[in-house]
């Protein structure tokens, strides 16, 4: 049914442009998120603000202030972004056969250690697709379709997103060999050179910090981390099977049990039927065993 409604003639990519305002605090955050030009952008919320009637934000040094006109506004400017969003994905599950771009987003050792395992099974299994690994510890917004897939330890509790257990990791303290041969024959905590997160890693940091070892690294980088341990400057925590693919060991100790880590698949729901997307799936769901233990 026909309405009169000014909002009835508001375009999405002015809403659009609206969010990204709203989420990117300036116009400048805005602008470059968009690839848009600072002045084109700011005379588009200009023209929304007009055309609703009311002031979105209000302006100052520190960046925009949302107005009450915004803060109801962004609920259904989401939801439509969300529908927007699930009706492409939709609409790309028509594809004939698995063909296209898949992106992936993981922790960096996540992506260095299955990444080659899943494009080496894509290679054989579906050739035409091409895999995106977004490798870093962002948490990204797949309902905002800001990947297709994620690899993460905690299960999202909202948003229209499909979640699978893939396994339940193992963790622990492993050493070289060559460190190995240089430690007490009845280590302490207290005697273990420990690899450690740096203060850029808080939430990693805290993990460790009961721990009495002595540091010999601080780094916010898991490859540095790794490279040390594989050159026995220390050790390090990590799971048994990254452990493994580093040609690591446990180091000699009697630890108390350590509660596993559980290691989830999530995607949007609305890509449940893509067949680029399910041929990643596949390739991922068939490296569970591996990561087991």
């Excluded at 257990?165 to 041969?181: D, H, I, K, Q, T």
Aim: one cysteine or more; hydrophobic letters at 50%; glycine letters at 6%.
């Amino acid at each position: 049914m026909a309405t009169n409604h000014p909002f009835s003639e508001v375009p999405w990519d002015d809403l659009r442009i609206f969010l990204a305002a709203r989420r990117g605090g300036s116009f400048t955050a805005a602008a470059r998120a968009l690839g848009l030009g600072q002045a084109t952008l700011s005379r588009r919320i200009a023209a929304l603000e007009r055309l609703v009637g009311h002031r979105l934000f209000d302006r100052s040094r520190d960046g925009l202030r949302a107005t009450a006109a915004a803060e109801r506004l962004s609920p259904f400017a989401e939801a439509i972004e969300a529908s927007v969003t699930a009706a492409g994905a939709s609409l790309a599950g028509l594809e004939a056969r698995p063909a296209g771009l898949v992106r992936l987003a993981c922790a960096p050792g996540t992506a260095a250690d299955l990444g080659p395992s899943i494009v080496e099974r894509l290679q054989r299994d579906a050739p035409l697709v091409r895999l995106e690994l977004l490798a870093d510890y962002r948490v990204r917004d797949l309902a905002a379709h800001e990947a297709d897939l994620a690899i993460r330890n905690t299960a999202p509790r909202t948003g229209p997103l499909l979640v699978r257990r893939l396994a339940e990791l193992s963790v622990g303290l492993f050493v070289s060999r060559a460190l190995l041969r240089r430690l007490p024959k009845r280590l302490r905590l207290q005697e273990l050179p420990l690899l450690d997160w740096s203060e850029e890693a808080p939430a990693l940091r805290a993990q460790l910090a009961p721990l009495p070892c002595p540091r010999t690294l601080y780094t916010n980088d898991w490859f540095a981390m790794r490279a040390a341990a594989i050159a026995g400057l220390g050790a390090i925590a990590t799971t048994t099977v990254q452990a493994r693919l580093a040609g690591l060991v446990p180091a000699p100790l009697a630890l108390p049990p350590v509660p596993k880590v559980p290691l989830y698949l999530v995607t949007h729901e609305a890509l449940r039927a893509v067949p680029r997307v399910a041929a990643v799936v596949r390739a991922i769901e068939a490296l569970a065993p591996m990561l087991e233990g």
